[in-house]
């Protein structure tokens, strides 16, 4: 790991398990408390479901799953955050969510040959705020432009 600095951006940080993560704040749409998913068969594991949303539907994520961490039972302080990916609005779920970071200098990883195959294609960087180690989500890797 090591690489290229990336200054001067703003993220927003989440919580999964006890590991913190970051998208890009510019595309974060709303924060909305955790609701009803509505499941839809055959999809990928991580994709939770949808739910309505602004008189559209939202797809919704559960990264939990995409990275392998353990299970947990939506609570209280569960979120859904909504970001804007590729012109769609795709839905997040956050054990909770935690700040704003206005501005961060993170390194970029270097990704392994088989990157494609594995879950480091959609990891953009890494930042490191105070005492948390942040990894920060491409969040397009996760939705392919159509």
């Given at each position: 790991m090591g690489g290229k600095k990336m200054a001067g951006h703003q993220l927003f940080?989440?919580?999964?398990?006890?590991?913190?993560f970051?998208?890009?704040?510019?595309?974060?749409?709303?924060?909305?408390?955790?609701?009803?998913?509505?499941k839809i068969p055959n999809m990928p594991a991580y994709i939770e479901g949808i739910i309505p949303l602004r008189d559209n539907i939202c797809t919704v994520f559960n990264l939990r799953k995409?990275?392998?961490l353990p299970a947990r039972e939506a609570d209280e302080s569960t979120r859904i955050v909504i970001a804007n990916v590729n012109s769609e609005m795709i839905g997040i779920i956050a054990d909770n969510t935690n700040e704003i970071v206005r501005e961060y200098d993170g390194k970029t990883v270097v990704a392994h040959e088989n990157a494609e195959e594995s879950d480091e294609r959609y990891i953009k960087g890494t930042a490191d705020i105070g005492?948390?180690?942040?990894?920060?989500?491409?969040?397009?890797?996760?939705?392919?432009a159509a």
């Open positions: 940080v989440f919580k999964l398990d006890d590991k913190y970051g998208i890009d704040l510019e595309s974060v749409d709303q924060i909305i408390p955790y609701r009803k998913i509505t995409k990275f392998n005492e948390n180690h942040i990894t920060i989500i491409d969040l397009s890797q996760l939705v392919p």
